[in-house]
């Protein structure tokens, strides 16, 4: 789908262009030198919006030159299988990273998973030891997510410092991760979740207004300050007056647009962000990996070792 040429868009496109082209040189660099990036997908059951995020991952690291490999597994199977299954990518050489695909099925605690995960194959930052450096500055691999959606606020040049934010959604994965990462830019955060007593209150006051709650189109153009950015992270199925099915945000587009100086499409927005900085993600985790192979035997090119 092609977005109206309107410069209050915030495009994701051209940020993650940018992205994956730099990954890209790094991806040639790593496999000359005899360690090939692989990341490993991990799905639980069948969820449409999940789809379309794998579908993704998957064209976009091959455009990176990254190997992706998808594993799915039956919405039936128990936390022990699954855990089993991490551990043995874990232990595997040739996989630089794992992500679990979010939701999983109600019996099974996605944390639990995350923790299996090795936190050098953490390529999402969720691990609850990755997850802690957010809280130390240390912004390098950030949960995804977040870091599109805070990078996407920086292309409006807005100076953070200071900046009034407010986020409407808690989640540990994008609530959360987006409040720890704009205190480290020195903005003035306020996060409202499901007892905030009066949500418009709150977002009308803010400068810039990050929106991640699962509601289609549940933020309108009267909780908007005019000349706000508006970072719009939802990711909602929906099915259109022609029958058909289409991804629609957390954000009434239409109306916004009108009262803010700055809003992101959905499609075409912080989801194509999202999947770049995941290939990111997978090269920092390389990089760490080769630092500690480096290490151990004094090298970090795998061919020249051999
Ligand atoms: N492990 C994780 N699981 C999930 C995350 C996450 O950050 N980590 N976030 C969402 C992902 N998600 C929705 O379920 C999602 C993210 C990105 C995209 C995407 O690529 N969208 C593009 C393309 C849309 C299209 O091709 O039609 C876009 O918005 O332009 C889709 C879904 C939940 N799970």
Redesign the pocket.
């Known amino acids: 789908?092609s977005l109206p040429d309107d410069s209050r868009y915030l495009k994701?496109g051209p940020v993650a262009q940018r992205i994956i082209a730099a990954v890209r040189e790094d991806a040639a660099i790593a496999k000359a030198e005899g360690f090939p990036p692989k990341l490993i997908s991990i799905t639980v059951g069948d969820?449409d919006?999940?789809d379309?995020?794998v579908?993704?991952?998957r064209a976009k690291a091959q455009l990176a030159g990254i190997d992706f490999e998808e594993r799915r597994f039956p919405a039936t199977i128990t936390s022990g299988e699954l855990e089993a299954a991490i551990h043995g990518l874990n232990a595997d050489p040739r996989v630089t990273g794992i992500?679990?695909?979010?939701?999983v099925p109600a019996h099974i605690s996605v944390k639990t998973l995350q923790a299996a995960v090795h936190p050098l194959k953490d390529v999402?930052g969720?691990h609850p030891a990755s997850i802690g450096n957010i809280v130390y500055n240390q912004l390098d691999l950030a949960?995804?997510?977040?870091a599109a959606s805070v990078e996407l606020l920086k292309e409006t040049g807005l100076d953070l410092k200071g900046l009034e934010v407010v986020v409407v959604g808690h989640s540990e994965?994008?609530g959360k991760p987006i409040a720890f990462l704009l205190m480290s830019e020195g903005a003035t955060v306020t996060v409202c979740h499901h007892l905030t007593r009066s949500v418009a209150a709150h977002a009308r006051r803010a400068d810039a207004l990050f929106v991640a709650v699962g509601k289609p189109r549940l933020v309108k153009a009267d909780m908007v300050k005019p000349g706000a950015a508006v970072i719009d992270i939802g990711?909602n199925s929906e099915i259109g007056p022609d029958g058909t099915s289409r991804?629609v945000g957390d954000v009434d587009t239409d109306s916004v647009k009108d009262v803010a100086s700055w809003i992101t499409?959905?499609?075409?927005?912080?989801?194509?962000i999202?999947?770049a900085i995941?290939l990111r993600n997978t090269m920092v985790a390389l990089s760490r990996q080769r630092a500690l192979y480096e290490a151990t035997y004094g090298t970090a090119d795998r061919l020249a070792a051999e």
């Open positions: 789908m994701g969820t919006a999940v379309v995020y579908r993704n991952q992500i679990i695909q979010r939701p999402e969720m949960p995804c997510t977040a994965i994008v990711i991804i499409p959905v499609p075409g927005g912080v989801g194509p999202t999947v995941l």
